[in-house]
């Protein structure tokens, strides 16, 4: 057994995600934490090799092993079924990478890059770029900040910065560890470090563009990610407004990204974020518009470190709400119109770095989301789709969000079209909101409608579905999975039942 002081094993029992929509049978859970808290590459070299005594045990028993992050998605991508799950959570080191262990051919500036243990949280990071003595930002993140750097990546997460990709787009090397390989990765198109650092990792550099793009999704699959080097820009400030608009306001925008002539509320500038919300009934003609307008920020801006808790839409409504909606389910459309306008109340001109603006959220048991990215310039037929199929579940509690993003590098990346539209179904966890986001799939299915979806929200995959939305990158996907990991016993150590059934992990 490769437990020891760092490594605790706690046999059988079950795993739960944070949002219980999943619980699954495991035959064991693993936490792992640093040898000491202080942030050193000694810890990340002792702990990367305690992970692959940990790979390797479980591939002599044959036992599937899952690293876990925060168990923030709602769907069972990070569940261990019938497996080990490794708690990574407290593996939160960052670094500041010096300018000698940087590739000759990197011309930008190391103070530009983090580079973070896969265990650390958004928020932790945020908290340590932003403060005064570094300034820094992401120039894009999800809609609030408890998903662990690994998680993030595990499944391609999206904010709404418009002309942005997801949070993948951001990573420029990676470390990932199988049981007989510890690699650096990265683009060969842009090198950044040198092997010279990749040794201080005990680690080889490889510079493959198949992987690379393999492992800036690798839904767990691919081996345990332990440190992620990701790209960051200056500090600057979101000025943000959610004004309530009517819906054919906003639409011709939401088809084109243009928002020349659209009333928003600083009708000169391009919104650097914009998500509208709607109620899914058809004859709801109403739009909660938020746009966020990005704008330097002065050197004497005080950033507020302080936790509070933000705005997730369908993220706080209590497990209470789900269970009186399915009691009385005539009076479900009022009440989530009460909750759309309680929850999505306007405001103007908020100023807040990214860190302040993607922040906490009161998030709940008894909420459960889907997101399926569409193309952008074919947003109305989709939401037009989408809404026919939400009246074959009427009075469903649930709502649609709409948030937009740049096609992303990850050969799995879901937000992969051009420009992407990101529409969010979230609800609360019933079974009326799950026949509602099958119903989507669906139509969108039958009317063979291009869509992908979110690998870490609630998404029935299919192989045929999988197929549909990826194409010939599914192959490429498990060729570069066979590379990296060529023994069928690692495959199996890797794999979980859903993704064998999607077509991956073959
Ligand atoms: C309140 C809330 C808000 C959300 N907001 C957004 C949003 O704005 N945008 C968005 O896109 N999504 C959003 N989501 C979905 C969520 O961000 C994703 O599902 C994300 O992947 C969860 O991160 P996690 O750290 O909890 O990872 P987990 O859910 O624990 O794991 C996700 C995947 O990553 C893998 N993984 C984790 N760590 C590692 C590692 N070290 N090595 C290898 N694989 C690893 C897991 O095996 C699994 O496949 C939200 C979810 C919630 C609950």
């Known amino acids: 057994m490769p437990a020891d002081e760092f490594l605790k094993f706690v046999e059988g029992g079950s795993w739960t995600n944070f949002h219980a929509t999943v619980t699954v049978p495991i035959k064991g859970l693993w936490r792992i934490r640093n040898p000491s808290p202080a942030a050193s590459l000694d810890n990340m070299r002792t702990t990367a090799q305690r992970l692959q005594r940990l790979i390797r045990h479980a591939i002599d028993r044959q036992v599937r092993l899952r690293a876990v992050g925060s168990r923030w998605s709602f769907s069972d991508i990070a569940a261990a079924e019938d497996g080990w799950a490794l708690q990574t959570s407290q593996l939160n080191h960052d670094f500041i990478v010096g300018p000698a262990l940087c590739d000759a051919a990197f011309d930008g500036d190391p103070a530009s890059l983090v580079l973070a243990q896969a265990g650390a949280s958004v928020a932790e990071i945020n908290l340590k770029i932003e403060k005064p003595s570094r300034r820094r930002s992401f120039r894009t993140s999800g809609a609030s900040n408890g998903q662990t750097i690994g998680g993030m990546i595990g499944t391609g997460v999206h904010g709404s910065a418009v002309d942005m990709g997801a949070f993948e787009s951001e990573v420029v090397g990676l470390q990932l560890l199988t049981g007989s390989r510890n690699l650096w990765l990265e683009n060969p198109d842009r090198p950044i470090m040198s092997a010279q650092f990749a040794a201080k990792l005990d680690a080889e550099l490889v510079r493959d563009r198949l992987l690379f793009r393999a492992a800036l999704v690798g839904l767990g699959a691919l081996g345990i990610v332990h440190s992620v080097m990701l790209r960051t820009v200056p500090t600057y400030l979101l000025r943000s407004y959610r004004r309530k608009m009517e819906f054919a306001e906003v639409e011709f925008a939401m088809n084109s990204l243009s928002f020349d002539g659209v009333p928003l509320p600083r009708p000169a500038e391009r919104p650097y974020f914009f998500q509208v919300v709607v109620h899914p009934d058809p004859k709801e003609r109403i739009a909660y518009v938020t746009t966020r307008y990005r704008e330097e920020c002065p ?135 799950r026949r509602v986001m099958e119903a989507v799939r669906s139509a969108f299915d039958a009317n063979d409608f291009p869509y992908s979806q979110h690998w870490g929200k609630l998404n029935a995959l299919t192989a045929e579905r999988v197929r549909a939305s990826y194409g010939d990158k599914v192959d490429a996907w498990n060729l570069a999975r066979a590379t990296l990991l060529p023994s069928p016993a690692e495959r199996f150590v890797f794999s979980t039942q859903t993704l064998e059934k999607a077509g991956l992990c073959q």
């Open 299 to 433: 050197p004497g801006h005080r950033i507020d470190p302080s936790l509070k808790s933000g705005y997730d839409i369908g993220n706080d409504l209590p497990a209470l709400f789900s269970k009186l909606v399915d009691a009385l389910p005539a009076v479900t459309p009022a009440l989530v119109k009460l909750a759309m306008a309680q929850q999505l109340a306007p405001f103007e001109d908020r100023l807040n770095s990214p860190g302040e603006a993607y922040t906490y959220t009161t998030s709940k048991p008894g909420s459960a989301g889907a997101a399926l990215a569409v193309p952008a310039n074919r947003l109305s037929e989709a939401l037009a789709l989408a809404r026919q199929a939400y009246q074959t579940v009427p009075g469903t509690p649930a709502t649609f969000a709409c948030r937009f993003a740049t096609a992303s590098p990850g050969l799995l990346s879901f937000v992969q079209y051009a420009r992407t539209c990101i529409i969010d179904i979230d609800g609360v966890e019933n079974s009326k909101t």
